[in-house]
């Protein structure tokens, strides 16, 4: 009995060592490999396979971050840049209008970007947005079937 006990309980122990982990933030970890217990094996394979799952997603987040930040900071050093030299009087009218419109579009760029991370944002926590809209079968399928069919007498008979 104490033999089957240790058995069962040691890669339970394990999984419970590499959850802690975790949470610790330490996505790589090793797990034992295949055990003769066919429930205890599984349990081990698909924490595993979450720990890498985790792991590959905890890489993108940290990527599209950095990716991010850096879109957002080249727009906003550009934005300051121009709006300093109008300001410095470093440009006179027409390439000041120039530098202004740049700014402009620059801020509009931003806008986009800010407004996309929501809508990513939303994405994640509540899943896709779908817009419910009514059409009727025969304008949603009538073109390709009547181009599919050929002549225009077949057309007409198929109409009608």
Known sequence: MYFLTKTLSRPVVQVAKAAKQI??????????PEKPQREVNDLVQSFQTMADRLEHLEKLRTELLAGVTHELKTS?????????AVKDGVVSNKEADSFVETALEETERLQTMVTDLLELNSFSA??????????????VVSDPIIISIGSTEQKERFIS
Do not use: C, M
């Open 23 to 32: 949470e610790e933030g330490n996505y790589e970890i090793s797990l034992p």
């Open 126 to 139: 509540k899943g896709v947005p779908l817009e419910v809209d009514t059409h009727s079968f025969y304008e």
């Open 76 to 84: 906003v050093t550009s934005i300051s840049g121009l709006l300093r």
